[in-house]
């Protein structure tokens, strides 16, 4: 037995339990594709987070679901224990337990769910025709003038369409064709309404549509009758049924699907807002050239009318004048400069003369003679006499200018300012 152990277990490696189960998950998962189910509701939970759990049962089998927090806020069925409900999800495996578990995104009551398998076989059917080809559909005329619109007078599609075209200056016509949108009979009022606004033949476009709902309230929108009118139609047609979620067959045969009337609106005007916007700044451009245009004019205009006042007899005379006028002011300011020049020269030469004039060297030669007399008389004896000094002269009246040229009990002659004065020289005394 242990031998027979090592050699299974050598040949093929075993996996863990989380490998196994996750390689299950991995199969489940991407191959079975996500789908509708139909059941019976049991064992609810609805947790305080927000997510939901629930079997799905019938008489043979149940499977676990859940339908986590945002999925179950979008629900308009509301889920009891033993409501019969069809639901649409995509498989899912628990690892942890290693169960698997169906992830529920739309729940609808089991009569919606026929409703849906309806819808979904004759989709199948046309789609087969090639009723929703893409090469069969017509393109949107990006500039419409008239528009039929193919819905309830009295419903917001109406207005809500129409308010949009006006916020948006729309330019044309819309030209509402009442027709029921809910209930018995009305696809094949809409079918004969289509084929009508075909014999007019006044309409650019046309748009067929209401607001949202539920299945059943859309479901004329889904009638074959309606949906071959629809693509049969020889004027480009728009589907605008109900909200983004909401999707007919309608959508799919029409030449161009709008989410809402408030977006086919948007996509009607959409050409016209573009060409509006090329025409406003066409606009602006002519009006920045035209304005460029005039002022280049302008300045042209300036310049002829400078010329031509230049070239005028009446500018020529006034250059004249002023060319006149400039040249006597020229000539009297050089006469003035030669009379002026000529006055200096003048009192130059005469200041000249009277410097080299024999009255001017006497007068000069006077002035320098007294000032020599005046130094002359301030260095001689008497003037030294009259400031108080005394000079001495010997016998032979000669000055005495030392005292070793004088000898004792030698006569000597004191010359005062007022007189002379005998005098006789004496020894100084030794004390």
Known sequence: MAGLHDELVGETRAESVSEFTRRVKTVLESQVRPGWVRGEVSNLRAQASGHVYFSLKDAGAQVSAVMFRGDAARQEVKL??????????????????????????????????????????????????????????????????TIGFITSPTGAAVQDFLRILIRRDWRGRVVVLPVKVQGEGAAAEMSTMLAEAGRLGCFDLLVIGRGGGSLEDLWA????????????????????????????LCDFA????????????????????????????????LMHHVAVALEAAGERLDHARSRLRLLAPSAQIERGHLRLDDLANRLTASLGR?????????????????????????????????????????????????????????????????????QPGGRLVAEFADGRLPVKATEPSAG
């Open 80 to 145: 009891r224990d033993g409501a019969q409900v069809v639901v649409y999800g995509e498989i899912s495996v628990y690892e942890a337990r290693g169960n698997y578990q169906l992830i529920v995104r739309v729940v609808l009551e089991d009569g919606v769910g026929r409703l849906q398998q309806e819808f979904e076989a004759l989709k199948r059917r046309l789609a087969d025709e090639g009723l929703f080809a893409a090469e069969n559909k017509m393109p949107v005329p990006t500039m419409p003038r």
């Open 221 to 248: 929108f889904n009638e074959e009758v309606l949906v071959r009118a629809v693509a049969a139609c020889a004027i480009p047609i728009i589907s605008a049924v109900g909200h983004e979620i909401d999707f007919t």
């Open 254 to 285: 029409a030449d161009a699907r709008a989410e809402t009337p408030s977006a086919a609106a948007e996509l009607v005007s959409s050409g016209f807002v573009a060409a509006a916007e090329r025409v406003e700044r066409s606009a602006e451009d």
């Open 338 to 406: 030669t009379v002026q020049a000529r006055r200096q020269k003048f009192t130059e030469a005469a200041a000249l003369l009277r410097q080299r004039s024999p009255e001017m060297r006497v007068q000069i030669e006077s002035h320098r003679l007294l000032a020599l007399w005046k130094r002359l008389q301030a260095a001689s004896p008497a003037s030294v006499l009259n400031r108080g000094f005394v000079i001495m002269r010997d016998e032979a009246d000669r000055p005495v200018q030392r005292k070793s040229a004088v």
